[in-house]
């Protein structure tokens, strides 16, 4: 039997509404038909490239570079510079262009002696503290260990009243304790890899071993605690969160080791086929009878130098070709070393010191590039370094009564306490043009047309435009005091012999010698 169902009339007006969306069991919402929006090539995942974006997350900085995975590129970032010289000659020759000699600061206060003073002051206690090589070590410890912390100590061995030494500092000493390591804050918003932090993110202290904790056994919970204010942390920060960093050639050691690992490849095959003058092939259908005796494999025959040979019946001489470095070797060398150059944004020529095959245009083209991010990185280090290391210098400085007059200590407490504004430039290296006449016209037209200023024109070559001036001034006065004695000696020489003047020197320089001359004139 089978049950009528009751059919239910709807209100006049009403309208049917729709079913509600189910959630299936498969998390898709039933109901609803999927829209597809995914029009991004590189954001659709096929066949043919999901092994190539397989390792491709979304974690954050810090837990992306952990501490053993920074260590494990530390350590190959250090092997590869050590023993490939292009790797070695790119990062010494990217810190010896950002930091050159040594950083020079200019003071730019409203008082010209106080200017000097300091200047001379700090020009001193930084040849004394070898701060040019130490920065020089801390941009090399960028590119290759991702780190470099520079603490500032008081050494009494330095031959400076200021007794401030900045001492750099092993990336793989900074690291967490092991209470640490294996608490509940270790890697957390509190601490992370050997750094404390406050509630904004802020560095609060730094752990540092007493030695290399793996070189020296019994020191890997032996810590010295340092406040923020005594150390600089340098690391080049690529994504937000990220609180430590990973060495600069990190993107290029694979292209490092493809190119060794081809450039031995191409001397082990060209070593083999230089090992052997050439090889007898025996004929197989010859040494068929058993009555003729072939020779053993892999013998080895020697041939008398200067000398025509006959080979034994049933053999064939083939010489083996040096076919190893080929042509392309040349090329595959420099496509690698272009690529992992890019790494530290050193264009080729700077990289493998040669700029052959070049001309005029393309190697000043890639030289301004390259020029344009080493002025980032001196900006750079000067706002994260040296202006730390000033503040230490001044603070130490204004409180030794010898060194400095008591006007200069009064403008340098103010500029550690109440002046905001910036009072002081670091000068670096500046770098010569390639072609010094072309720069020397367009130097004298950005003069004539006002569109520069002898400070920014002496700033470009990495000179204090004051310096350079009073230097001038100095050279000015001597030429013209020899001049002047040069006249006298020449009137000397006329009154002497009863001759006029005018067979002597032009008619303004005997209106000169007869002007008067007051006392310091005369002196």
């Known amino acids: 039997m089978v049950k009528s169902r009751k059919k239910t009339r709807k209100p006049a007006g009403t309208t049917q509404a729709a079913p509600a969306p189910q959630l299936a069991a498969s998390g898709v919402i039933r109901g609803f038909s999927p829209v597809r929006a995914n029009t991004y090539d590189a954001a659709q995942t096929t066949r ?38 292009y790797a070695s000659g790119m990062v010494q020759t990217k810190a010896e262009d950002v930091v050159g000699r040594t950083p020079r600061l200019q003071m730019d206060t409203d008082d010209g002696a106080v200017n000097r003073e300091i200047e001379q002051i700090w020009a001193s206690w930084a040849r004394a503290v070898h701060l040019g090589e130490t920065l020089r070590l801390a941009r090399e410890g960028i590119s290759d260990s991702g780190d470099a912390f520079v603490v500032l100590t008081t050494d009494m061995a330095v031959k400076h009243p200021v007794k401030l030494r900045p001492v750099l500092v092993n990336a793989d000493r900074v690291r967490s304790p092991l209470k ?50 005594q150390v600089i942390h340098l690391y080049k920060q690529h994504q937000a969160g990220q ?141 994260r370094c040296l202006d730390q290391i000033l503040r230490a210098f001044l603070a130490e400085a204004v409180r030794i009564p010898a060194l400095i007059s008591t006007r200069t200590r009064t403008m340098m407490r103010q500029i550690g306490s109440t002046i905001t504004r910036v009072v002081h430039r670091w000068f670096f290296d500046g770098h010569e043009h390639v072609d010094p006449q072309k720069e020397a016209v367009a130097q004298r037209i950005r003069l004539e047309n006002k569109t520069t200023t002898l400070a920014a024109e002496y700033a470009r070559a990495g000179k204090d435009w004051e310096t350079e001036m009073q230097q001038l001034a100095r050279e000015q006065e001597i030429a013209d005091e020899m001049e002047f004695a040069q006249l006298k000696r020449r009137k000397a020489m006329a009154e002497k012999l009863g001759l006029p003047l005018e067979q002597f020197m032009p008619a303004q320089a005997t209106t000169l010698l007869q002007l008067p001359l007051d006392e310091d004139d005369s002196k």
């Not at 071993?209 to 923020?228: H, L, R, S």
């Not at 025996?282 to 020779?295: G, H, L, P, T, V």
Request: charged share 25%.
């Open 243 to 383: 609180r430590r960093g990973i060495p600069e050639v990190t993107a290029g050691l694979p292209i490092f080791a493809l190119l060794r690992r081809f450039c031995l490849a191409t001397v082990n095959a060209a070593e083999h086929a230089a090992s052997f003058s050439a090889v007898i092939e025996q004929i197989s259908d010859y040494f068929k009878n058993e009555d003729q005796d072939a020779w053993p494999e892999l013998d080895l025959v020697d041939i008398e130098r200067g000398s025509m040979m006959t080979l034994p019946v049933g053999t064939v001489l083939k010489q083996f070709k040096a076919e190893h470095p080929n042509a392309t070797f040349k090329e595959f060398k420099r496509e690698m070393l272009n690529e992992a150059a890019r790494t530290l944004g050193m264009p080729l020529n700077i990289a493998l010191a040669n700029s052959e095959g070049y001309n005029y245009s393309s190697g000043r083209l890639d030289h301004q590039a390259y020029f344009r991010t080493i002025a980032v990185d001196q900006h750079w280090l000067g706002e």
């Open 48 to 85: 043919l490239n999901q092994n190539h974006w397989l390792d491709a997350d979304t974690m954050a900085a810090a837990a992306d570079a952990t501490p053993e995975i920074r260590k494990k590129l530390r350590n190959r970032a250090r092997y590869e510079v050590r023993n490939n010289s």
């Open 180 to 229: 640490l390591s294996w608490g509940t804050v270790c890697n957390s918003g509190a601490h992370y890899d050997g750094i404390d932090y406050d509630a904004n993110g802020n560095p609060l202290r730094y752990w540092v071993t007493k030695e290399n904790p793996d070189t020296c056994i019994g020191y890997d919970d032996e810590f010295v605690t340092y406040p923020a204010w």
